[in-house]
């Protein structure tokens, strides 16, 4: 299954997703994140237009706040193998 740029940011922008993607090294990793602005740092939402800014420049890339390891991660979008959104959150 092929996942879009745009259906996997608009998501994370909504929700918490379960993301589950390749890594550089062929191993695949499976991460909680978010760009859910209630659940970002403070810092970052004082930064207006920065994930907006990285998106637009980055287009085969997806940068977004892992919860569990309370940190920015990314992944290359088609990389992606399945998406789930949680509502634990």
Request: charged share 35%.
């Amino acid at each position: 299954m092929m996942f879009t740029r745009d259906n996997v940011l608009k998501d994370l922008r909504d929700y918490v997703a379960e993301i589950t993607f390749t890594k550089m090294n062929g191993e695949n990793r499976v991460m909680r994140c978010t760009l859910k602005p209630d659940l970002l740092p403070e810092k970052y939402l004082i930064e207006e237009g920065v994930e907006r800014d990285f998106h637009e420049t980055h287009k085969d890339t997806v940068r977004a706040w892992d919860i569990k390891a309370a940190g920015w991660r990314s992944f290359k979008i088609d990389s992606v193998l399945y998406v789930q959104i949680i509502d634990a959150y």
